[in-house]
C-alpha cells in the first residue's frame, strides 16, 4: 500500500503570492497521485494527479511536482485567488483493495 | 451536463428508523463509493462498488447496506444498527474501479438524528 502523509494542517498565503502544499510517501513501487480540493459541504473535486514517468506536470495556475529520491510531492498554486481557500488532499492509493484513503488533508487560507 | 446528483442534501431521522441516501450518476462510470465525513476527520469508505451486481465493504461498513442493481445507481442504507449517523455522506463515481482512477464526488448529503 501507499502510505501518504500531509504534515501541515494548515496554511495562510498572501493573495497573488505562491501556495505550496506537501506530501511524503513511503512506497516507491506506487508512484501515481492525485490531488483533490474540497470546499466545506461539498464533495473534494480532483484537481490534478502525477505519475512517476513525470516529475511535473500543469494545469493552469496548478503545478504538482514529484521528486522522487526524496518521495516528496508538491502542489503550487500561483497566483494564490481567494476562491483556492480549501481543504486540499493527496489520498492514500491501495492497489490491494483498490481504494483511496483520505486523510484530513491541509486546509488552504487565501489572505486577501 | 454529466454528473452525480445525491439526494436530499438534508435528511433527517428518528432514532431506530432505516434510512436510504440516493446517489445517481450519468456519467457512464463503472464503479462507485459511498463515503462518510465527520468534523475534524478525513474521509472515511463505507462501501463501494466496482461493477454492477458486486460491492465490497469498505473501513467502517457495519450499520450501512448498499445495493447495485443499475450502472447509474448506488444507494446507502444507514440501518438501526448504525449508533452514531449523524454525518456528512459523500457519494462518488470513477470510470473504473481502481485506486488510481479519479473519483468524480456528488455534493453529500447531511444526515441528522431527530
Known amino acids: 500500500d501507499q502510505q501518504v502523509k500531509q504534515n501541515s494542517p494548515s496554511l495562510s498565503v498572501q493573495e497573488g503570492r505562491i501556495s505550496i502544499l506537501n506530501c511524503d510517501y513511503t512506497?516507491?513501487?506506487?508512484?501515481?497521485f492525485l490531488w483533490y480540493k474540497k470546499y466545506p459541504a461539498e464533495g473534494p473535486t480532483f484537481l490534478i494527479s502525477?505519475?512517476?514517468?513525470?516529475d511535473k506536470n500543469e494545469d493552469g495556475r496548478f503545478t504538482v511536482f514529484l521528486n522522487k529520491s526524496a518521495k516528496h510531492l508538491s502542489l503550487h498554486i500561483v497566483p494564490s485567488q481567494p476562491g483556492d481557500s480549501a481543504v486540499y488532499f493527496c489520498?492514500?492509493?491501495?492497489?490491494?483493495?483498490?481504494?483511496?484513503?483520505f486523510g484530513t488533508g491541509t486546509r488552504l487560507t487565501i489572505i486577501p | 451536463d454529466g454528473g452525480i446528483t445525491q439526494s436530499p442534501k438534508y435528511l433527517f431521522r428518528k432514532e431506530g428508523q432505516n434510512v436510504t441516501l440516493s446517489c445517481e450518476q450519468n456519467?457512464?462510470?463503472?464503479?462507485m463509493y459511498w463515503y462518510r465525513q465527520d468534523p475534524g476527520q478525513g474521509l472515511r469508505l463505507i462501501y463501494y462498488?466496482?461493477?454492477?451486481?458486486?460491492?465490497q465493504k469498505g473501513d467502517i461498513a457495519e450499520g450501512y447496506s448498499v445495493s447495485r442493481e443499475k450502472k447509474e445507481s448506488f444507494p446507502l442504507t444507514v440501518t438501526s444498527a448504525q449508533k452514531n449517523p449523524t454525518a456528512f455522506y459523500l457519494c462518488a463515481s470513477s470510470l473504473m474501479g481502481g485506486a488510481d482512477q479519479p473519483q468524480h464526488f456528488g455534493d453529500g448529503t447531511r444526515l441528522s438524528i431527530l
Open positions: 462498488s466496482q461493477i454492477v451486481n458486486d460491492f
Open positions: 502525477i505519475s512517476s514517468i513525470k
Open positions: 489520498p492514500n492509493l491501495n492497489f490491494g483493495n483498490e481504494k483511496l484513503t
Open positions: 456519467l457512464n462510470h463503472d464503479a
Open positions: 512506497n516507491s513501487m506506487f508512484d501515481y
